[in-house]
């Protein structure tokens, strides 16, 4: 639910959908979401000075939080 969540806004930010992967590394109470978009693209899921980025981050605390569960999202260059 997480990964999709953050598949669908990244989707909606950049130039490149197609190019967006996800992928979700689960451990015993934190799961790790990667992100990786195309090389043109990074500025606009980043933000200015990290502000898409972190409201993505807010996001996905709060839709955590829901699930009783710790989410970290890192975006791969």
Partial sequence: MLKDLIKYVAEA????????????????QTSVIELKVAK????KVIGRQGRTARAMRVILAAASAKVKKRSVLEIIE
């Fill in 40 to 43: 043109e693209d990074l500025g």
């Fill in 13 to 28: 930010l950049v130039d490149h959908p197609e190019q967006v992967e996800v992928s979700e590394v689960e451990g015993e």
